[in-house]
């Protein structure tokens, strides 16, 4: 693993740059999920999710962690909200807990569940922070997994009641709304590779949790716009990775590639804009057809007003003859002698501003917000400071490549940096750190790292 000085980043990154070379309307903010930071696992009310059960799995967690406590962001928001405040930052997305509000995932509500996202709206709103909800971030109610969860269709149904239920209740005080976050990384992960939660794996999970995913994806879009003011905006969010070929020019790996971004870039993005499932460049998305019924093409469009482009990486593509229906691999970036991060992903900042162009190049596309990017980098407290030179220069590189592509006319209108503090990182527990703010996790203290200081900086108006 590389520490990174600021030189190694690409001449395509503009050499300086201050917040008003991006507009006076363009958002800058952090980005948060529930259970990575809330803590509070049984606490109030809350009901289990799929985490919860998850974590307790023998070997499913590295050095077997959990998310119990976590950040504790149930019990310390209004400090955290002080830290954010102080940081300049204007901006804060974060998620609901689905279990914390409908502990069964339907029917009775969770009052001190709903009374706790009434304290972080109001609070947000008293900073002078605005409140961008994300409605799933991962966190299924393990009662609705039981049930079959999103491999059964239901589950369509009790996502639109709960973004109703959360449009009702926050709607008068939030104005950014985002339905899914991810939904290829949970599909994926969840029930194909059984590396996160619920921990299935296969072929017919993955495809009717990809289908399901798809139409929950519209049908909360349009439950929230049926919901909330006229004036909301409402999107929703996509991983996606840069993909070049391993070897450029050779037909095998060039088709690897396409097929490659047909499933990590394309899959949900496509449906949602009225272009359906990329079929020909996936033909296994044809066994797909068993879960889909009759007028589902129609209900997987929705004209969402935003939509949120979470990058970190590029992935390089090669054939392989042992990946049955995909007949792709990729290269990771420690085989390829590159730098790369505590996960293991490949240092290159250029991607955001490709996948940005990638997006934007959809005729129907709305326009385009960075709604996760960051890095984690080993860190450590020094002295009272958290000097994270590499952190601060990869996160410097990534925005400049968002100002790139506003400049090549590119309607990308906000940033926000992944993530305010350190956290839970799924599989991965704690040791990777994301974080503008260190959390020490055995005292919840918060140190703001250089990296953190440098984005307030930024945000205040310093050149960078």
Known sequence: MTQLPAAFFPLS????????????????GVSTAAYQIE???????????????????????????????????????????????????????????????????????????????????????????????????WDLPLALQRRGGWTNRAIVGWLTDFAQLMAVR????????MVLNEPMVFVGAGHML???????????????????????????????????????????????????????????DERATRRANALLNRLFVEPALGLGYPVADLPVLDWMDRYVRPGDEALLPFKFDFLGVQNYTREVVRHSPYVPLLWATLVGAKARAVPYTQMGWEVFPESLYHML???????????????????????????????????????????????????????VEGYFAWSFTDNFEWAEGY????????????????????SGWWYRNLLTGSVC
């Not at 990154?13 to 800058?28: E, I, L, V």
């Not at 926050?170 to 709304?177: A, F, I, Q, S, T």
């Open 357 to 411: 162009k990638q997006f934007a190049g959809y005729s129907a596309a709305p326009p385009l917000l960075v709604t996760e990017n960051g890095a984690a980098f080993p860190d450590e407290l020094v002295a009272g400071r958290v000097p994270d030179v590499a952190r601060q220069a990869y996160l410097r590189a990534c925005i400049g490549q968002v100002l790139r592509a506003r400049r090549e006319g590119v309607p």
């Open 431 to 450: 040791e990777p750190r994301f974080g503008l703010v260190r959390v020490d996790y055995d005292t919840q203290q918060r140190t703001v790292k250089d």
């Open 194 to 252: 059984g590396i996160h939660a619920p921990g299935r794996r296969g072929l017919g999970p993955f495809l009717s949790a990809t289908h399901h995913a798809a139409l929950a994806q519209a049908e909360g879009g349009r439950a929230l716009r049926a919901s909330l003011p006229a004036t909301a905006r409402i999107g929703t969010t996509f991983s996606c990775s840069y993909l070049t070929p391993w070897r450029p020019g050779l037909p095998r």
């Open 170 to 177: 926050l709607g008068d005080r939030v104005k950014h709304w």
């Open 39 to 137: 803590g509070a696992w049984n606490a109030g009310g809350k009901g289990p999710s799929i985490w919860d059960s998850f974590v307790r799995g023998r070997r499913n967690i590295k050095r077997r962690e959990t998310a119990d406590t976590a950040c504790d962001f149930y019990h310390l928001y209004k400090d955290d909200l002080n830290i954010i405040q102080q940081m300049g930052i204007q901006d804060f997305r974060f998620s609901i807990a689905w279990s914390r509000v409908l502990p069964e995932g339907i029917g009775a509500v969770n009052a001190q569940g709903l009374d706790f996202y009434d304290r972080l709206v109001d609070r947000c709103l008293e900073h002078g922070i605005t409140p961008w909800v994300t409605l799933y971030h």
């Open 13 to 28: 990154t503009p050499a300086a740059y201050a917040r008003a070379d991006f507009g006076p309307d363009f958002h800058w």
